[in-house]
């Protein structure tokens, strides 16, 4: 919601920008979505059967399928973003302009995917907690970066795509750590 405000503050088009392409996100999401539940359910598995390599190897190829999805996104978004973005809107203007847009969330779909995959393979890990800190910590580094990019540097909605991006990377990058650590130094393979 806070999101939204921002977004209002910069022009009410800019909302609805924002509201179409992450409308076109959720339908790669909803795929990524089902590889991430799959993913807790393997890891729980592995992690019972005390199964490191069964661990990492879902986790990999869950990710990978993922990326797969984030590739197809990507090549829709540079082949048709108009056909995409007509499909939710026949404002010419907004067509025109918001290409970018759809090509940046779906760039953002890597470290997306990731925290999707990697979080439910930490949940599979047994640490239920640790997604939910990262979740709360995310939703305040996001508002706090498109602030900054909105009001200070006066970047305008490409500073609240830009804050997402960068929240996805940062999160991606700690939810990676925490999962070599499982992976390396765990108890929980019984080791």
Do not use: H
Request: with cysteine; proline share 1%; glycine share 10%.
């Amino acid at each position: 919601m806070l999101i939204i405000r921002i977004l209002n503050s910069i022009n009410e088009l800019a909302a609805g920008i924002y509201s179409i392409i992450f409308g076109v996100e959720v339908l790669a999401v909803v795929i990524i979505g089902s590889l991430g539940s799959g993913t807790l359910t393997l890891a729980s598995e592995a992690v019972g059967q005390s199964d490191r390599k069964q661990f990492k190897g879902v986790c990999l190829a869950a990710y990978a399928l993922s990326l797969v999805v984030t590739l197809a996104m990507v090549l829709v978004s540079l082949l048709c973003p108009r056909w995409i973005i007509s499909v939710f809107t026949k404002d010419r203007g907004i067509i025109a302009t918001s290409g970018i847009y759809l090509l940046l969330i779906s760039v953002n779909l890597v470290s997306k995917s990731g925290n999707i995959v990697v979080g439910s393979a930490i949940r599979g890990s047994g640490d239920t907690r640790w997604m939910f800190f990262t979740q709360i910590f995310g939703t305040a580094f996001v508002i706090a970066c498109a602030c900054f990019f909105v009001y200070t540097l006066g970047l305008g909605i490409v500073g609240v795509f830009l804050a997402v991006i960068v929240d996805e990377a940062v999160r991606f990058a700690i939810n990676f750590g925490k999962f070599v650590r499982i992976y390396k130094k765990s108890p929980v393979f019984g080791e």
